[in-house]
């Protein structure tokens, strides 16, 4: 275990995150620090080469020399030839830092490489100024937007030890005239960085308002489906019972009154169970599900209080348990209980006059859950289905890890069967 920890935490760190998504100002503000370092260091360059250098006249004239050799003054030394690999190394000090965000790591390198093979013959503090402040720009680029974390840490430790050996050239004395320009790198560097973070914040904020988005999308359509499964079935029955109520309301007023009965049974499961689903998007889960007085969630254990509820609308029903019951996990029950439901709504809806056989088998590792109907004629006033039901269970038994199958029987009639494992771990 504390292996496979570390192999990942390894893993991780020299996995790269993908590219760090830029703004168009983010990419201006690169361009124009890299063409800023980099033409300032090549004007540098170019000044120094020009300028004539001043001799300190205490020091020893070579052999043979004249204190006031003819020509010209002794105490200048002729302008230094500048070498146009000179001016290309100047610019690539400098350049790779438009890139800084995007290849972090690449440009760091070059930056510092540029910088080291500049000063093997360039000896000078003030483009040892340019060159440094690059190259500071650069690891910190580097360290805060590289995804290659170990990499990166390496890497700047490896450049900070070449330049702490080669300071002579690479590092430049710190006069105050140097202090306004370190001031307002430090600056520009901090106000990037709360940037940079505010950037950050602002993804991390929308990703989290997404993931929320969806976890609500996905919320109500679990919702639309609990309230399609309680309203399509209870307001069936409830309709089948009152037309057959007012059917012999005048020659057996006994039926009838059994009929409306029904249909009141019926409304308060209903109502029940509507109460249970709305409850979803209320309590907490913290509230115990009965405080308000709503009815458990139901489960197998009810399937004979609801076969009883179709039989009476004159539905033959035949209910087979097979198998040693057990408790079954709270997902599992419910997604069983919705399967039957699904059936028998489906049965009352279309296909009138039909025998349905419910047949549920516990076994050791799954329950199977089947309702089959021997086929009928749709219901007066009954529309053709939109499959709605069906898409749900598919979907709650998916999260479960059950299948569905659903379809017309050799036979005649049509058949659902589910099989939901269980963890028995």
């Known amino acids: 275990m504390i292996a496979d920890r570390v192999q990942a935490a390894r893993a991780a760190l020299l996995r790269g995150t993908g590219p760090v998504p830029l703004s168009r100002w983010a990419w201006t503000a690169d361009v124009f620090l890299g063409a800023f370092f980099a033409a300032g260091l090549v004007v540098r360059t170019v000044v120094r080469a020009r300028a004539p250098q001043l001799v300190d006249p205490r020091a020893p004239l070579p052999l043979g020399g004249e204190l006031f050799p003819p020509g010209p003054d002794p105490f200048l030394q002729p302008a230094i030839v500048v070498h146009p690999w000179e001016l290309v190394l100047a610019a690539l000090c400098g350049l790779p830092l438009a890139v800084r965000r995007r290849y972090p790591l690449a440009a760091f390198w070059l930056v510092l490489s540029a910088s080291l093979l500049f000063h093997v013959r360039v000896v000078d503090d003030d483009t040892a100024l340019f060159t440094f402040a690059a190259c500071l720009v650069a690891a910190y680029s580097a360290a805060m937007y590289s995804p290659y974390r170990l990499l990166a840490v390496g890497s700047v430790a490896v450049g900070a030890a070449l330049i702490a050996v080669l300071h002579d050239s690479n590092v430049p004395d710190i006069t105050p005239g140097y202090v306004p320009f370190l001031l307002i790198l430090a600056i520009g560097l901090g106000a990037n960085s709360i940037h940079t973070w505010k950037q950050r914040v602002g993804r991390l904020e929308a990703q989290q308002q997404t993931a929320t988005r969806i976890a609500v999308e996905d ?31 005048d020659a057996e007023p006994g039926q009838a009154r059994e009929a409306l009965l029904a249909v009141e049974a019926g409304g308060r499961a209903a109502l029940a169970e509507l109460r249970h689903v709305m409850d979803l998007l209320t309590t907490t889960g913290d509230a115990p599900a009965d405080d308000d007085g709503l009815a458990p969630q139901p489960g197998l254990g009810q399937l004979p209080t609801l076969v009883s509820r179709v039989r009476s609308t004159g539905v033959p029903v035949e209910l087979t348990v097979t198998g040693t019951a057990a408790p079954l996990p709270d997902g599992v029950d419910l997604a069983a209980y919705r399967v039957v439901q699904e059936g028998l709504t489906n049965a009352v809806r279309h296909a009138a006059g039909a025998r349905v056989r419910i047949a549920v088998e516990h076994a050791p590792d799954a329950v199977l859950v089947e309702v089959a109907d021997s086929g009928g004629a749709p219901a007066q006033g009954v529309g053709p289905g939109n499959g709605r039901g069906l898409i749900g269970l598919r979907e709650r038994l998916a999260v479960l890890g059950g299948t569905l199958e659903a379809g017309p029987r050799l036979t005649g009639g049509y058949r659902l069967r589910a099989v939901l494992p269980l963890d028995r771990s």
């Open 219 to 249: 919320e109500r359509a679990r919702i639309a489906r609990e309230l399609h499964d309680v309203v399509t079935h209870n307001v069936s029955v409830m309709v089948i019972q009152a037309g057959a109520a007012r059917k012999v309301m």
